[in-house]
């Protein structure tokens, strides 16, 4: 009784290294975090809960708060283009590279550089492209208009179209990774079908309704809600290339670090959990609506 | 069967030209880093770095090496990077091969803690985490190392255990009956064994480290500790003239990540896409 004792504590002390670090940084702070919602806790100090507790304040201010709201369209639109645009792009290059032989290799390494670097590296890379500072030294005014496309010119960093250009900034950076989950589900689509449709008679658009589109609905789904989430949770990209634009260009996440940085801990944290819980509500519709969609095509085999 | 070739041709152009098109758009931003990197500020700002570096210049890198401090920055990517993926591989595989091997009560309950937490998305997780190593006085190298080994935690555990779930047993059982105790079957047998898996898990994490932001910037305000990505935001903000600087600064932080993926592209890929596959 004694030896299967300690032999089950032997087992479960693998475990606990893990649990300690996981408690610690994971099930605390996600608790937590609600208790500080509650307060207008500055990180000042030790958090003395009766003195800076102010019930419902942050989540009421935050209702009101046009700016965070603002935030919220920006995040919005950035992920809505890259939903549509990267996506389509990710697919069309997928289908693209497995129809040509020669350079695949080549189109699969390049197009999976961007994902592999770093949100700053990327924005500051591009400002740097994009930037007119000192006046005259723009790189990417001077391109288009040895181009021809002097119709381009603009102030790229803060001007009128700042938010379309960060969301296509945006789209750049992560296609890439969208490429490489389609790929994956292009190649698990066994050729015999296209054979038996090509005999059939079909075309090439009619084999890619017909089979590609729904056997990679799994995949299509995945990728879109990676998508929202993922875009709603970054901003150090949007940070590096323009520090949000005055406004133009400020993501919901962005504001929780800008106001976790001048000390409003107690608003972040109520920030982050309305954001936290909109996207939670995002995920699962997307998993429910996925779940519906696998079984009306008959590919949901668990 | 003219036509047929023609048709094949001629969508093989429109292909390849698409395809090309957007790898250009991918490859050119950084031959200009790297190009201008290499540049004078005279010669920059006639030619926008547009042509060729008319020589390998390295005013610009023993400026931001030395002179602005990369060298350390650089250093302490290299160390955040090494030890927080050090502590996963260690805690995540012993805590995978007792979930794959062992016994104890309560084990799926803990399994599944683990899984969910990969599946909630906790998009400002680091406000907490920041208020929480400041009330432990942890705002230092080591409450960085070990948030960041959080982050990276559950899906380690999660690949490394279905890895183990689909080996045999019948090394571990030879070795059982040989004497080895759980630790020593862990460390000889199932470590050498999980290899291909450790490798996934090895470049996701470090990937994450080298890259992160957020955390850094919130923790290190002291210039010496930061690592390269919070550095080179604040080096951006101080030349706000001096692209070939940045520019080299941007060549130090990029290219050791772009060499090691031309050699290692497999692994980067299962690396970088584990996290979506397993959802």
């Known amino acids: 009784m004694n030896a299967t004792l300690k032999d089950k504590a032997t087992s479960f002390s693998f475990v606990l290294p893990a649990l300690i670090i996981f408690a610690l940084f994971y099930i605390y702070p996600f608790f937590y975090s609600f208790i500080l919602s509650l307060t207008n806790y500055n990180i000042i100090g030790d958090l003395n809960f009766k003195e800076s507790f102010v019930g419902l304040t942050n989540f009421k201010d935050?209702?009101?708060?046009?700016?965070?709201?603002?935030?919220?369209?920006?995040?919005?639109?950035?992920?809505?283009?890259?939903?549509?645009?990267?996506?389509?792009?990710?697919?069309?290059?997928?289908?693209?590279?497995?129809?040509?032989?020669?350079?695949?290799?080549?189109?699969?390494?390049?197009?999976?550089?961007?994902?592999?670097?770093?949100?700053?590296?990327?924005?500051?890379?591009?400002?740097?492209?994009?930037?007119?500072?000192?006046?005259?030294?723009?790189?990417?005014?001077?391109?288009?208009?040895?181009?021809?496309?002097?119709?381009?010119?603009?102030?790229?960093?803060?001007?009128?179209?700042?938010?379309?250009?960060?969301?296509?900034?945006?789209?750049?950076?992560?296609?890439?990774?969208?490429?490489?989950?389609?790929?994956?589900?292009?190649?698990?689509?066994?050729?015999?079908?296209?054979?038996?449709?090509?005999?059939?008679?079909?075309?090439?658009?009619?084999?890619?309704?017909?089979?590609?589109?729904?056997?990679?609905?799994?995949?299509?789904?995945?990728?879109?809600?990676?998508?929202?989430?993922?875009?709603?949770?970054?901003?150090?990209?949007?940070?590096?290339?323009?520090?949000?634009?005055?406004?133009?260009?400020?993501?919901?996440?962005?504001?929780?670090?800008?106001?976790?940085?001048?000390?409003?801990?107690?608003?972040?944290?109520?920030?982050?959990?309305?954001?936290?819980?909109?996207?939670?509500?995002?995920?699962?519709?997307?998993?429910?609506?996925?779940?519906?969609?696998?079984?009306?095509?008959?590919?949901?085999?668990? | 069967m003219a036509f047929y070739q023609t048709k094949k041709i001629v969508t093989l152009i429109v292909l390849h030209t698409f395809l090309l098109s957007i790898a250009l758009s991918c490859i050119f931003p950084f031959f200009w880093m790297v190009n201008t990197s290499f540049k004078s500020n005279a010669e920059f700002n006639s030619d926008y770095g547009l042509k060729p570096a008319s020589s390998l210049l390295l005013d610009n890198y023993n400026q931001v090496i030395i002179k602005s401090g990369f060298w350390r920055y650089f250093l302490n990517s290299v160390i955040y990077t090494f030890t927080t993926v050090i502590l996963i591989v260690l805690i995540s595989s012993l805590a995978a091969y007792s979930f794959s091997r062992l016994h104890f009560p309560g084990k799926n309950v803990i399994f599944y803690m683990f899984l969910a937490a990969m599946m909630i998305p906790l998009p400002a997780g680091f406000v907490p985490v920041y208020v929480l190593l400041q009330q432990l006085g942890l705002l230092n190298r080591t409450g960085y190392v070990l948030a960041m080994s959080n982050m990276g935690l559950s899906i380690s555990i999660y690949l490394l255990k279905t890895f183990f779930d689909q080996l045999p047993r019948d090394l571990e059982d030879s070795a059982k009956i040989d004497g080895c105790n759980k630790l020593e079957t862990w460390w000889h047998i199932g470590m050498p064994l999980v290899t291909p898996a450790l490798g996934v898990v090895i470049i996701f994490n470090a990937l994450n480290v080298w890259n992160e932001f957020v955390l850094a910037s919130l923790i290190f305000a002291e210039k010496k500790y930061m690592p390269l990505q919070a550095a080179l935001l604040q080096f951006s903000g101080e030349q706000v003239t001096e692209h070939t600087l940045v520019m080299a600064a941007l060549t130090v932080t990029a290219l050791p990540i772009i060499i090691l993926y031309i050699f290692m592209q497999k692994q980067f890929v299962k690396g970088i896409t584990a996290g979506a596959i397993i959802k």
């Open chain 1, 62 to 302: 935050i209702a009101s708060d046009s700016d965070w709201w603002k935030s919220m369209y920006n995040g919005a639109f950035i992920t809505f283009w890259a939903l549509s645009f990267q996506n389509v792009l990710a697919l069309m290059l997928a289908l693209a590279v497995t129809r040509v032989v020669k350079m695949s290799k080549f189109y699969r390494v390049v197009f999976f550089t961007l994902p592999i670097l770093s949100e700053i590296v990327i924005g500051l890379l591009l400002r740097r492209l994009m930037l007119s500072e000192p006046v005259g030294r723009d790189v990417l005014n001077h391109m288009v208009n040895n181009l021809g496309l002097g119709f381009l010119a603009q102030d790229w960093i803060s001007g009128e179209k700042v938010r379309l250009i960060t969301a296509l900034v945006h789209c750049w950076k992560g296609f890439g990774w969208a490429f490489v989950i389609f790929l994956a589900g292009l190649q698990g689509i066994p050729n015999q079908l296209y054979e038996a449709a090509r005999i059939d008679g079909a075309n090439a658009w009619q084999s890619f309704r017909k089979i590609t589109l729904p056997l990679l609905m799994p995949v299509i789904t995945l990728i879109m809600v990676l998508t929202i989430l993922g875009t709603m949770s970054s901003f150090a990209m949007i940070l590096a290339l323009n520090q949000g634009a005055g406004g133009e260009t400020t993501v919901p996440i962005m504001m929780i670090y800008n106001h976790l940085g001048s000390d409003l801990a107690g608003l972040a944290c109520a920030e982050g959990l309305v954001l936290g819980i909109i996207l939670i509500t995002i995920s699962f519709t997307m998993f429910f609506i996925s779940k519906k969609v696998r079984k009306k095509y008959g590919v949901l085999p668990d």
